[in-house]
């Protein structure tokens, strides 16, 4: 039972980080704020647990609050690279997971396997790789 439940829970998270990852992109497509782009986008329906969708505003916060220093940190990790050439999904991707384990202790590797699957579904295998390599230098090698 608590098998299921946990099993449940994660997938709600899932869809929950999946939702604000795309209003994130339209807050920086649109000029609207994230939780604007969250009442448009319905997040009491696409979400219907409660639970999930207090993490997702704390996820969303979290990220806010310190965008410049998780774009540092990723500014940091990049090898051979520099953090404009990032598109802008990848970019997005890699703020939310670095604030879920720096800011809602979310352990590093679920954090990373959600990016990773964040990553392949919007981007490609390629990029799923690309953040898996940039999340293990920031969030466990550090």
Do not use: H
Not at 17 to 40: H, I, P
Not at 81 to 91: C, G, H, N, Q, V
């Amino acid at each position: 039972m608590y098998l299921k439940v946990w099993r449940s829970s994660l997938g709600l998270r899932t869809r929950g980080r999946k939702f604000l990852l795309q209003c994130r992109y339209a807050a920086d497509a649109n000029g609207q704020t994230v939780s604007e782009n969250m009442e448009l986008m319905s997040m009491s329906t696409r979400i219907p647990d409660a639970e999930t969708r207090v993490w997702v505003k704390q996820l969303a916060v979290a990220v806010g609050d310190n965008r410049e220093e998780l774009d540092a940190l990723i500014a940091d990790s990049l090898v051979n690279w520099s953090l404009d050439r990032l598109t802008p999904i990848t970019k997005l991707i890699l703020e939310q997971a670095a604030a879920e384990k720096n800011y809602l202790s979310i352990p590093a590797p679920v954090a990373i396997k959600e990016a990773v699957r964040l990553a392949v579904e919007f981007e490609g295998a390629k990029t799923g790789s690309f953040v898996n390599g940039v999340l293990d230098r920031i969030l466990i090698k550090g």
